[in-house]
């Protein structure tokens, strides 16, 4: 077992590091960031160490700072969790010549699954089931055509030095081709630094599964079972579960078999995770090897009984795999959802910020960035936390699950708690009959109640205390009501509030046993309202709980996971919409394409720069058919929300 082992990364998946070496009384340095500073990462740890700026590039991903980090606090290993630094053979190979350990696969193995050429020729040889695709990979639209034609539309090209899904694009006929390619090569040589692609046949509305296998040094390997990751939205993964739901046991018996043959046939050493489509007709299809710990494993963990961390330390250390195939037993079921930083009603955008107050669910298992409050920089993935239920069967963790996300209070940022509660309510989701393409119709249909009105409902519960409401009508209002009351349409006066930049009127109606009466946003509301002792309001609005906490200039307010944010007006705001040709980025992040060049002429929604904001890519568009007249960023710039990209001549 390590002595002391520096945990190369930051958030939940650090902590959750963190804890199994506490566990097994083995030391622990932590590394940060200068936007992680006071991280709550850091606690316990022997030693700390700060690694450089807040880009993940100068800090996170600089090699040489982790590695020294590592030296200087006497670490005998390092763990490098999951991204950043995780798939990188580079850095596996000058841990392991610093003559520490490796907490993961050797730099070969590493390198030979990040290729996505050289593992598709490696499973193939093994006997795993691929794809129809190319044999090689290349930057040539001609090679691509000859190679799509012999696989039939459609057909997904793939980045061959990519991950989680970036820069692929799905081709349906070969007129769109050339356009595709050119488009991936450059956002390939962007964001990757190669711009080589891969044609395979596309798999219309196919499962994603994927199974948990380990190695170690004696030649042995074994899986711990499949999990389920369909439910995912731009190829990033929401929820997952485990065992897979309605997967036949043949299926499974070879899905299992495919992951344990391939992972022998690499002489794999350590966790590492085979991902798998399965189509409409059964057939599974490998698609990559994760060489590190995934996001997901604690799904594994409540299925099996293990700590999947603890084995990644045995085995590094030498140490043979702590349990046979056949003692490997699944029981139950388990449920994950992601919790991300990000913005539903705006297109899924990050949304980084400070979250003021966090109450976590009791009942479930919680894997969390930070514990009763704490901020997520802009410059890292959107992961606040996961949520794990497990249970007796699926209907029973599904259920946890869903209780969980209505228990969870986060106040001040926006999450993606309210989508989730959504989605695990979905028909086929509750019949574990996905695919990866559920996500998408659910974000495609229009909002069907009026959260607007319920959020301007709250905040007049928490601006007009009881006391204040049941005043006479005679005496006036206090604060913000806007006119005495004697008013038919509103009794008890007018309350005007700002949220996303208008000014909303609320009437206030009445107040009785079931709460307060209001007119908001044209419907009639009732709201109940009840401070707690910790600074919080809770109620519930309609048949939705909500959430509220008063601040310096107005009232945040979450209702069943989704977030408003509500001023005071001040009335001395003006000014309107710009209508110079400058292009903006809504969020602070890195460009890492651009798709235009000074005096290039380009359509209205034609692609302009590709901005990765918190591991997500956001394309920004020309707004409107115009020549480029100013190009203001390049590949590689950090930028700041509404910083000008392109400016345009229309």
Not at 604 to 629: C, Q, S, Y
């Amino acid at each position: 077992m390590p002595k002391r082992v520096l945990i190369a990364n930051r958030g939940e998946i650090a902590r959750r590091i963190a804890r199994t070496c506490r566990r097994l009384d083995v030391d622990y340095v932590a590394v940060h960031s200068a936007a992680d500073a006071g991280a709550a990462h850091l606690a316990g740890a022997v030693d700390t160490v700060h690694i450089g700026p807040a880009a993940a590039r100068e800090s996170y991903l600089d090699i040489d700072a982790v590695v020294d980090a590592a030296l200087r606090t006497d670490c005998d290993a390092v763990h490098p969790g999951y991204g950043f630094l995780s798939e990188n053979p580079e850095f596996a190979a000058r841990v392991t010549e610093a003559g520490l350990v490796y907490i993961g696969p050797d730099a070969a193995t590493i390198e030979e699954m990040g290729d996505k050429a050289r593992a598709r020729e490696l499973m193939a040889a093994a006997g795993v089931p691929v794809l129809p695709g190319s044999a090689h990979a290349t930057e040539s639209a001609g090679v691509l055509l000859a190679d799509a034609r012999r696989i039939g539309y459609p057909v997904i090209l793939k980045p061959v030095a990519g991950g989680g899904g970036k820069g692929m694009r799905v081709v349906h006929a070969e007129a769109e081709l050339p356009e595709a390619v050119a488009e991936a090569v450059r956002l390939g040589r962007a964001g990757f630094g190669d711009g080589r692609l891969l044609a395979e046949r596309y798999v219309a509305a196919p499962r994603h599964l994927e199974v948990q296998v380990f190695g170690d040094r004696q030649g042995t390997v074994v899986h711990l079972f499949e999990r389920e990751c369909s439910l995912q939205r731009r190829h990033q993964k929401i929820v997952e579960e485990a065992p897979a739901p309605h997967l036949p046991p043949t299926t499974r018996r070879a899905l299992l078999d495919a992951a344990v043959r391939g992972a022998t046939a690499l002489g794999y050493v350590g966790a590492g995770t085979f991902e798998f489509i399965l189509d409409g007709d059964g057939r599974f299809f490998f698609l990559e090897v994760n060489t590190r710990l995934q996001v997901e494993h604690p799904v594994t963990e409540e299925i099996t009984g293990l700590d999947l961390v603890e084995w990644q330390l045995r085995i590094a250390d030498g140490e043979p795999i702590p349990l046979p195939q056949w003692q490997i037993r699944a029981t139950g079921h388990a449920i994950e959802c992601r919790v991300y930083a990000e913005d539903p009603a705006h297109g899924f955008r990050p949304a980084p910020g400070r979250a003021e107050v966090v109450r976590w669910p009791r009942d479930v298992r919680v894997e969390a960035a930070f514990d009763d409050s704490g901020t997520v920089p802009g410059f890292y993935d959107p992961m606040v936390a996961k949520l794990v239920a497990a249970g007796p069967d699926r209907p029973a963790a599904l259920a946890r699950l869903r209780t969980a996300i209505e228990d969870t209070t986060l106040v001040g940022l926006t999450t993606n708690l309210g989508f989730l509660g959504e989605l695990l309510a979905e028909p086929r989701v509750v019949e574990g009959r996905v695919d990866t393409h559920l996500v998408d119709g659910v974000t495609a249909r229009p909002a069907t109640h009026d959260r607007d009105g319920q959020a301007l409902a709250c905040a007049a519960a928490m601006a007009v205390p009881e006391r204040t409401a049941a005043a006479s009508p005679w005496t006036g209002t206090i604060g913000a009501f806007d006119r005495a009351a004697l008013d038919p349409d509103a009794p008890l006066g007018r309350l005007v509030l700002r949220l996303d930049g208008r000014d909303r009127e609320v009437r206030l109606l009445a107040r009785d046993r079931a709460g307060l009466h209001v007119e908001a946003d044209g419907r009639r509301v009732t709201v109940l309202a009840e401070p707690a002792a910790d600074g919080l309001v809770h109620g519930t609005v309609g048949s939705t709980r909500w959430t509220g906490l008063p601040t310096s200039d107005g009232y945040e307010i979450v209702i069943g996971g989704h977030r408003a944010a509500l001023s005071r007006p001040t009335f001395d705001e003006g000014g309107g919409e710009a209508s110079d040709g400058a292009v903006r980025t809504p969020m602070p992040g890195a460009v890492v394409g651009v798709a235009c060049e000074p005096g290039g002429r380009v359509e209205a929604g034609e692609l302009l720069v590709v901005v990765e904001a918190m591991k997500m890519e956001n394309r920004i568009v020309a707004p409107f058919a115009g020549t480029v007249d100013r190009l203001s960023c390049a590949p590689g710039d950090l930028v700041a929300a509404d910083q000008v990209l392109v400016t345009l001549t229309p």
